[in-house]
């Protein structure tokens, strides 16, 4: 490990001009490579204290023993010598997208004499046009199949037209007029070129033309009655029409964009790119990358774009592109692009409308195909073993922890606190044994949630206690590892099972709550979560369960009763196989919380009213227009709503006398307090409907644990 400082610049050595650097290590091999608008601000950046480093930058420039650097004129021509570098030297250090697979395009040959189609991967060749890519070879195939109907072009290879030709007899497809068999003469050089160009044209997006065409030549055939090519004519319309909706319109301005999304976590990163042409979705793609840099999402589009358009130029670059976050600065990547099109290129975030909607589509794609990666990972067996061997080793285990569990809390400015336990057995979620809690509180306790630190300790202490309490009642009762289902559970505060897997059953036909022991507890948080769960196996008399903690911020494990953490390789199955477990534990938390919250909102005092179904509550609600003024009405004015009886009227008034009416809603732009004296219907605990909340959304997710 070399120490920064003996290879640090002198002062004054570093230029302060935009530039390219390279760090190298003691075998000479460039490790990173980067830009800067300022060299000597940016280089000064990597040699100051070690602990005031991100740990990923702390490695790089540990493991270097040296810098160099490159001046030049702008920003752009850094960005330009930057990309040419990382494609030459493959720094282990920089952002290095790898394609989930290779990406077949539609591809027209129109640098032969008689064009070809045919699908193709790999490094694009020059004075070839390419359409897509898709997402698989087949899609290809099917396109290509109904229009040659309306456009039979070559599909055949060199060796096949070459036997044709000496033959003087055409392949299948030209007896079958899916080719114009340009082979034997039939069409000329000329026309098959101009027909290959038509096609290129249709798969462009330009459609209308040979359309309206098609429909206006079917048009003279039935007048002329030449009701035999009408029908041909009437064929091609269908399979062109059958084409164009494999691809649905997804603008409707016709634009040409490419729409980029990155999903992320602290250690991996997906970029998805959806290709629109013509308004409709062409292509499809996506990326995987490590992070072994510290990096902004900013940073990552930058890098996908460089991968995107390296290589490209013309119309291969679109005039939108669209991104969830932009470069900084933004301005020598647009230009970049600018200049690789030849054009002027709108690199921006969409804010509304159908491309938002779109966007949004992409990242959902991202996200998708990051949990894949991790699951592909996670599914090979020897990963597995190998992660939990990682792991026991970490941990200084006797053995590898077959069955993990993971708990985690989750709230909303300290409402709905709740819980959550997920199971993983031989590195696989086991979702029949998921459960989840309700977070009660010490008996007695008055003291109110203010979703504090020391909320989620207290919390977490709970839920580990109730948990082993019940395994320790049951294991007293039946002397061995069997599990009887225990008094308290459903929504009073119990330990609920999951609704999204089958629970297991024991004899009577109840499901079982906690069959088994783990060999390894893994708690969502650090060191005070640690000690909470760890504290509670202790008053238990519990001492043969391994506990741990995942922090978030730097994905450190933490140990009970132990001062520093424990840091896993970067590219550690064990840490893969952690996060995943944590992950899991925090998304089943937080959807157990806000189906509470959202349930808790939903409920209305006539609820309670016995004999009041869903059709007379709508009613009611309908003809007073709020609980609140339902609430003020007299039994007589109650009972001219059809349907409610005199009886059911006094129910009614009597449930609602004892309800406690609702605070009033807010305004958060304006700060008044909001009457429903109009009519409005009341967004609180009496009406359905979304509370009034302090905050923006952005800030109300925020709060949200």
Not at 150 to 163: D, E, L, Q, W
Not at 559 to 583: A, K, N, W
Not at 663 to 672: F, I, R, S, Y
Request: hydrophobic share 35%; net charge negative.
């Amino acid at each position: 490990m070399a120490d920064p400082s003996s290879y640090r610049p002198k002062p004054g050595e570093i230029p302060d001009t935009p530039g390219v650097y390279r760090f190298r290590d003691e075998h000479r091999r460039v490790i990173y490579v980067g830009k800067a608008k300022s060299l000597r601000q940016r280089l000064a950046s990597y040699f100051q204290d070690l602990a005031n480093l991100h740990p990923r930058t702390r490695t790089m420039v540990t493991t270097a023993a040296s810098v160099e650097w490159t001046v030049v004129s702008t920003e752009v021509e850094a960005l330009q010598l930057e990309y040419s570098w990382i494609k030459e030297y493959d720094p282990r250090f920089n952002v290095k997208y790898r394609d989930d697979k290779s990406y077949p395009y539609l591809a027209v040959t129109m640098n032969e004499e008689f064009p070809r189609v045919q699908v193709m991967r790999g490094q694009k060749k020059k004075g070839v046009r390419y359409f897509g890519p898709y997402g698989h070879a087949w899609a290809i195939r099917d396109t290509v199949d109904l229009l040659l109907r309306v456009f039979p072009v070559r599909t055949c290879s060199a060796g096949v037209f070459k036997n044709a030709t000496r033959t003087g007899r055409p392949c299948l497809l030209g007896y079958i007029g899916k080719c114009s068999a340009p082979c034997v003469d039939r069409i000329s050089p000329d026309d098959h070129w101009d027909l290959a160009d038509e096609f290129c044209d249709f798969m462009a997006g330009r459609t209308g033309t040979y359309l309206r065409r098609l429909e206006r030549q079917m048009a003279d055939a039935a007048e002329e009655m030449e009701y035999e090519r009408a029908a041909r004519l009437r064929d091609d319309i269908g399979a062109l029409k059958k084409a164009m909706e494999k691809s649905a319109v997804v603008l409707a301005d016709a634009t040409d964009a490419d729409l980029i999304a990155v999903a992320e976590d602290e250690l991996e990163a997906a970029v998805q790119i959806f290709h629109v042409r013509g308004g409709r979705v062409r292509g499809q793609r996506g990326w995987v990358t490590d992070k072994v840099e510290e990096i902004t999402t900013g940073a990552l589009v930058e890098h996908a774009l460089q991968q995107l358009y390296g290589e490209e130029t013309g119309d291969a670059v679109p005039k939108e592109v669209l991104v969830p976050a932009l470069p900084d600065p933004v301005e020598p990547v647009q230009q970049w692009l600018t200049d690789r099109r030849g054009s002027g290129v709108s690199l921006r975030i969409p804010q509304r409308g159908d491309k938002k909607a779109l966007m949004e589509t992409v990242q959902r794609n991202a996200q998708q195909a990051l949990v894949l990666h991790k699951t592909k990972r996670a599914s090979d067996l020897t990963t597995r073993s190998r992660a939990l061997e990682e792991i026991a080793e970490a941990l200084d285990l006797d053995s590898a922890p077959l069955r993990i569990e993971c708990y985690d809390i989750s709230h909303l400015q300290g409402d709905d606190v709740v819980a959550s336990m997920v199971v993983f057995e031989d590195g696989l979620a086991r979702k029949s044994e998921y459960r989840r809690f309700q977070i009660k509180g010490r008996a007695g306790d008055t003291q109110l949630w203010h979703g504090n630190g020391q909320d989620d300790v207290r919390s977490m202490h709970e839920v580990v206690t109730r948990r082993f309490r019940r395994y320790l009642a049951d294991k007293e009762r039946t002397g061995e590892w069997v599990d009887e289902s225990g008094t308290d559970g459903g929504e009073a505060g119990g330990d609920v099972p999951p609704t999204d897997g089958p629970a297991l059953k024991d004899e009577d036909g109840r499901p079982k709550r906690f069959a088994y022991p783990p060999q390894l507890i893994v708690v969502d948080g650090g060191r005070p979560q640690v000690a909470a769960a760890q504290r509670a196996l202790d008053e238990l008399g519990i001492d043969d369960i391994a506990v741990c903690g995942l922090a978030k911020r730097l994905e450190e494990v933490w140990l009970p009763r132990e001062d520093d953490p424990v840091v896993l390789p970067r590219t550690s199955e064990g840490l893969y196989l952690l996060q995943r477990v944590r992950d899991e534990a925090h998304r089943f938390a937080i959807t157990y919380q806000r189906t509470k919250r959202a349930k808790r909102f939903r409920s209305s005092p006539l609820d309670d009213v016995p004999g009041l179904g869903e059709t007379r509550k709508q009613a009611l609600i309908k003809h007073f227009g709020s609980v609140k003024k339902l609430r003020s009405a007299t039994i007589d004015q109650i009972c001219e709503v059809p349907g409610i009886g005199r009886k059911t009227a006094e129910t009614v008034a009597v449930a609602l006398a004892a309800a406690t009416p609702a605070a009033p809603a807010v305004n958060t732009a304006t700060g008044e307090i909001i009457d429903d004296e109009d009519g409005a219907p009341e967004t609180t605990a009496d009406a359905p409907g979304e509370p009034v909340t302090a905050g923006t959304p952005d800030e109300r997710r925020g709060q949200e644990r």
